[in-house]
């Protein structure tokens, strides 16, 4: 079965720092969105993307988010100065359809800010 | 208000006990889509099952079933003879529609660990 791909698994930083996190979606999914998880907690949503702009966002995607798709393959995620409470799980998900499809989610990268 | 609430925070069972999963969950939508999610220790969400508003047949996949009542706003889900393999968090998630951001409303999950 096709899978959500996402690099690094694992990211460390300092606090202040800029960090990107990346995904492949699913290569024929034309809808995109990032949700972090953090550690024991429930699965929030940041935000989805189509077509090359942003469809909706939730209060936690401020100004130092923000969401690229910078070629044909990747999607990534930008979080501009890093805060301690931003540690959490990031995933990655794609879906073929728009409305309430299914979401096939990547494994996840790691973020601890230091 | 949660919109999607799974109240048991851990369930542990002996292996080739049958165990269910609660989620009860809160919506005005007449139109809306529920979902269970597995997360392995691995950490990947696995999807198991969606089921729109208007589909309140149960459902049964092998060892899989799901319980949809819209009278009590609860989408239960039992695992029949529970194997090791089951241990992992679950969770619920509900997607009101039409939604143009297809956001997902999460529970807070249900750990199950399964003893062998």
Known sequence: EPEVTQTPSHQVTQMGQEVILRCVPISNHLYFYWYRQILGQKVEFLVSFYNNEISEKSEIFDDQFSVERPDGSNFTLKIRSTKLEDSAMYFCASSDRQTNEKLFFGSGTQLSVL | ?116
């Open chain 2, 1 to 116: 208000a949660q919109k999607v609430t799974q109240a048991q925070t851990e369930i542990s069972v002996v292996e080739k006990e049958d165990v269910t999963l609660d989620c009860v969950y809160e919506t005005r939508d007449t139109t809306y889509y529920l979902f269970w999610y597995k997360q392995p220790p691995s950490g990947e969400l696995v999807f198991l099952i969606r089921r729109n508003s208007f589909d309140e047949q149960n459902e049964i996949s092998g060892r899989y079933s799901w319980n949809f009542q819209k009278s009590t706003s609860s989408f239960n889900f039992t695992i029949t003879a529970s194997q090791v393999v089951d241990s992992a968090v679950y969770f619920c998630a509900l997607s009101e529609g039409p939604n143009t951001g297809n956001q997902f409303y999460f529970g807070t999950g249900t750990s199950l660990t399964v003893i062998p």
